[in-house]
């Protein structure tokens, strides 16, 4: 069972900085697309930024400029570098990872983590 989990949560203040990482327990050369979401209170989940298997890279239009997704294969993992931080930022944040074609599309995705949480105070 391949599992996704996620760290580098926490509160910070507007402007300020937080680098999340995603270990995966399978090499994350075997997925075709990783990807940050996030979930809002009240709000739909949303894709943040997705990286696919040559690097390409995707980013959800209110965080281009701010955020920066990488990975690290011999590592095994996935990070979300998160800078000039808004409340509007404020969510739970999923790593996510899939096999077939780079999509926004949730239901597409094989894997999910467990979410870790990023408050964003003015």
């Known amino acids: 069972q391949v599992q996704l989990v996620e760290s580098g949560g926490g509160s910070v203040q507007a402007g300020g900085s937080l680098r999340l990482s995603c270990a995966a327990s399978q090499g994350t050369f075997a997925y075709r697309c990783m990807a940050w979401f996030r979930q809002a209170p009240g709000k739909e989940r949303e894709g943040v930024a997705c990286?696919?298997?040559?690097?390409?890279?995707s980013y959800l239009d209110s965080v281009k400029g701010r955020f920066t997704i990488s990975k690290d294969i011999a590592k095994n993992s996935l990070y979300l570098q998160m800078n000039s931080l808004k409340p509007e930022d404020t969510a739970m944040y999923y790593c996510a990872a899939k096999y077939g074609s780079v999509s926004w599309d949730q239901k597409t995705y094989n894997y999910w983590g467990q979410g870790t949480q990023v408050t964003v105070s003015s």
């Open positions: 990286i696919d298997r040559d690097g390409s890279t």
